[in-house]
Nanobody
């Protein structure tokens, strides 16, 4: 079994910054893609950013130039640096990883979600 634990959400004023973290634990052999998603009230969950094991990244158009995804493979952790935050970034943010367990079973766990609120 594997699990993801997120941290770093909170309340921030427009224009401010936050950094989210998501750490995987358990019997892990390899992690390929890591990603961040968000879900605002009344809306569908959407991809915010993703990073492959090789370091390639992709971003939603709405966050390009403001958010940066990175990963620390030694710590099985993915980060999301969010700058120039806007009220429309307000949502619950979830991390997701594609993990191959030591039992050679493929897992796609989700984090518990962390609230990000951008408001003055």
């Amino acid at each position: 079994q594997v699990q993801l634990v997120e941290s770093g959400g909170g309340l921030v004023q427009p224009g401010g910054s936050l950094r989210l973290s998501c750490a995987a634990s358990g019997s892990i052999f390899r992690i390929s893609t890591m990603g961040w998603y968000r879900q605002a009230p009344g809306k569908q969950r959407e991809l915010v950013a993703a990073i492959t094991s090789g370091g390639s990244t992709n971003y939603a158009d709405s966050v390009k130039g403001r958010f940066a995804i990175s990963r620390d493979n030694a710590k099985n952790t993915v980060y999301l640096q969010m700058n120039s935050l806007k009220p429309e970034d307000t949502a619950v943010y979830y991390c997701n990883m594609r993990i191959l367990g030591r039992n050679l079973v493929q897992y796609d766990p989700w984090g518990q979600g962390t609230q990000v609120t951008v408001s003055s």
